[in-house]
């Protein structure tokens, strides 16, 4: 009787342990981020599907796995071996999952997400073509939307794109935008004022004067002032940054590099 009473509270152990997960799953199925691709990539993740395997990994020695690696099988005959298709990480090791990366049966990357506040919600999703980071895409504001899209070409960060005017679409509107040269400067802004999709206004930051020292911050700037509740366009070109500039209503300063792997390497 004693033994089959602790037989059931593992089980139940079990199941409460199980609509944890789910529960912390739901929350991150937010609403701008969960698409078809989202609901395909994440299904890498489900071991029991044929031909599937998984391995997990407790990398800092507390008795919790904090890598979980799901791999399929492909080939046949002698051709036969294992592609790692989903690799799911627990960064602050505390029991819920940060970091989702998802490959295709080659082994190359096409997707991640990250809960980069540990809040619980995916913020950050990573698109990959050909191994290399091509997009990211932020939700800034915690409303589980895409507010901030930047765009990659040769391993850098080249555009951004920012819906400022927040509403209650699903979709992305953006109304401004930023260009960055090569080393990662802002050189050209552009505001949409009237949210028809298309710039209003654009400013070169590569061709502004530089700004006068602060005892001339009084007089009057040659540069029109933007509609009440948007923001002012810079005075002069930004120092050198390790990353581009955030939009000023910004609250993140997003990464402009490929995200590094977790340090957990098994």
């Not at 599937?52 to 036969?80: C, H, L």
């Not at 592609?83 to 990357?109: A, I, M, Q």
């Not at 980071?133 to 391993?155: I, P």
Request: aromatic letters at 8%; glycine letters at 6%; a negative charge.
């Amino acid at each position: 009787m004693k033994r089959w009473m602790s037989m059931a509270a593992l089980v139940a152990l079990g199941c409460s342990s199980t609509s944890t997960n789910a529960r912390r799953l739901v929350l991150r199925s937010a609403t701008g981020l969960q698409t078809t691709t989202a609901r395909e990539d994440r299904s890498r993740c489900d071991a029991t599907r044929p031909g599937r395997s998984s391995s997990e990994y407790d990398t800092n020695s507390d008795g919790m796995p904090d890598v979980r690696k799901v791999f399929q099988t492909v080939g046949e005959a002698s051709e036969v071996h294992s592609v790692l298709v989903c690799r799911e990480v627990d960064l602050n090791h505390d029991g819920s999952k940060d970091v989702f990366r998802f490959y295709n049966d080659e082994g190359r990357t096409l997707r991640e997400e990250e809960d980069r506040d540990f809040d619980g919600r995916i913020d950050v999703i990573t698109y990959f073509e050909g191994g290399d980071v091509v997009r990211r895409e932020f939700d800034t504001n915690t409303d589980g939307m895409v507010d901030m899209r930047l765009y990659f070409r040769d391993h850098r960060a080249f555009r951004a794109e920012r819906e400022l005017q927040a509403d209650s679409s699903p979709d992305f509107h953006a109304d401004y935008w930023e260009f960055y040269d090569t080393h990662g400067n802002v050189v050209r802004i552009g505001w949409d004022y009237d949210h028809d999709g298309r710039a209003d206004r654009w400013d070169r930051i590569d061709r502004l004067a530089p700004q006068r020292p602060q005892a001339n911050a009084s007089q009057p700037s040659s540069q029109p002032a933007p509609p009440p509740g948007m923001p002012a366009a810079p005075t002069a070109a930004p120092t050198t940054p390790t990353t581009p500039a955030t939009p000023a209503a910004a609250t993140p300063t997003p990464a402009t590099q490929t995200p590094a792997t977790p340090s957990a390497t098994q």
